[in-house]
């Protein structure tokens, strides 16, 4: 009898059966059960046998005696996204690109495939989502059409791998948009489930480390703002950029969520127009431009995103609340982060919100997540409470405990410089051990939340 090709996996045990089960006989999981490829058993040969086998595994080395061969890296023409990826395309690496529907991820694919097929590479671009002449008419719109950009429109993966293996001399990249609409001719499941999903994406994966194929898959999101598929979608790739956008802004943010040729937490922004997105070499200067220092509620975060500072606007709206439960509303910043530093405010700041609402906003449609905004947004919602507008050339930065107090964040010296850069002179920061200031900027050193509401009195 003929061995299975497919086999039905428990998602939330891992269980495996021959066939669909209702019910999973060892968690008790109902439908959970999804068809997977099922896995090509490998018969070790034995030295000197006769016949056919496997080679011999070769023998494991020590680790201070394996070669030092870096991986081959080759630029994208797009200087931001190689500071991103870590300083440029890795030949074989799998680089996942998710994001909400709309905010430019093919754009951004397309962009690039047409970067590297002027620079002489050859690139495979596969479309599973819109047909080879809806692609030209994008492509058009962009300035896109190279002659060494070649592209397919298949929904099968053994048909995306066809056309990657007829490009003469091999692709240099391949692109797929997206692994979402792929599936395997050797699954029964619709594409987009999570048995399609893994299996495509790990014979993807396998075809790029063979063939030094620069792979790109671009993948969706759920409505909670994670990767749409299974988890070991996001295990399989060398690189997830997570492409961001607040409330239809035209600024995008690409943030490496990891890398493991590179720093994770990188940052590039970009702007969208008419023709594409266009990279933003100084984006704190950009953000900034449009800033009212003269309005209250208004305060700038010195944060750093990756290996980049930025400086952005942090606005703080609060008014007398008609409802019995206050409104609460943040844009780009973590809701339950703010919570806690208004109770903060609240018993240690000398500050009410009880009867307010507050609204919250960061300009630009970036999304701040670490803790050095702190400061930022307590300024801002004194300064909105108080009807005061801050110091028209200050900045902030710092951590806000439970208690009041104000702790240091890393970064402190490139924080500085790139605030005397942008032509602040004061810059309100908790206190700070051995770091160089520079001279054009006065470091007012904070300890404790109730010298900020003393300082900005």
């Not at 995008?252 to 008419?274: I, T």
């Not at 507050?358 to 909105?384: C, F, K, M, Q, T």
Request: glycine content about 12%.
């Amino acid at each position: 009898m003929a061995r299975p090709r497919t086999r039905f996996v428990c998602q939330a045990c891992g269980y495996s059966s021959p066939r669909w089960l209702g019910r999973c006989t060892e968690c008790e999981a109902w439908d959970s059960f999804v068809e997977e490829a099922a896995p090509v058993p490998r018969v070790a040969g034995r030295l000197g046998a006769g016949g056919g086998g496997a080679a011999a595994a070769p023998a494991p080395l020590p680790l201070a005696a394996v070669g030092e061969e870096a991986a081959t890296r080759f630029g994208s023409g797009m200087p931001l996204l190689d500071r991103v990826l870590g300083g440029g395309v890795v030949a074989g690496g799998a680089v996942l690109l998710a994001g909400e529907p709309g905010i430019g991820k093919s754009t951004l694919l397309l962009q690039l495939a047409e970067a590297l097929a002027r620079s002489g590479r050859r690139v495979l671009y596969a479309s599973a989502e819109e047909s080879t002449r809806q692609l030209r008419l994008r492509a058009e719109r962009l300035g896109c059409g190279h002659p060494g950009l070649l592209v397919a429109g298949e929904t099968a993966v053994e048909a995306v791998l066809a056309s990657a293996a007829a490009v003469t001399g091999g692709a240099h990249a391949l692109f797929v948009d997206s692994i979402q609409a792929l599936h395997s001719e050797e699954l029964s499941g619709l594409p987009g489930s999570v048995g399609q999903v893994r299996a495509c994406a790990e014979r993807l994966v396998e075809h790029a480390k063979r063939t030094d194929c620069a792979l790109f898959l671009v993948g969706h999101v759920t409505k909670e703002g994670s990767i749409a598929g299974p988890k070991s979608l996001e295990h399989l790739v060398d690189t997830v950029l997570a492409f961001e956008a607040e409330g239809g802004a035209d600024y995008r943010l690409l943030r490496a969520a990891k890398n493991r040729f590179g720093p994770a937490g990188e940052v590039a922004l970009f702007e969208m127009h008419d023709s594409g997105l266009v990279e933003v070499a100084d984006p704190s200067r950009v953000l900034l431009a449009q800033r009212r220092p003269e309005a209250p509620g208004s305060a700038v975060a010195a944060t750093v995103q990756g290996s980049r500072p930025l400086l952005v606007e942090v606005q703080a709206l609060v008014h007398a609340s008609e409802l019995a439960t206050p409104r609460r509303v943040t844009l780009g910043l973590d809701g339950p982060r703010v919570a806690l530093l208004l109770a903060v405010l609240e018993r240690f700041g000398g500050a009410s919100f009880a009867q307010r609402d507050v609204y919250l906003n960061v300009v630009g449609g970036v999304r701040l997540e670490e803790p050095a905004v702190d400061l930022a947004i307590a300024a801002a919602l004194l300064s909105a409470l108080a009807e005061k507008p801050l110091p028209p050339q200050a900045a902030f930065f710092g951590e806000l405990g439970l208690l009041g107090e104000i702790r240091p964040v890393g970064r402190a010296e490139v924080r500085l410089r790139e605030a005397a850069a942008l032509g602040f002179t004061t810059v309100y920061a908790p206190r700070l051990e051995g770091s160089r200031r520079p001279r054009e900027v006065k470091l007012r050193e904070l300890e404790h939340i109730r010298d900020l509401a003393r300082a900005l009195a």
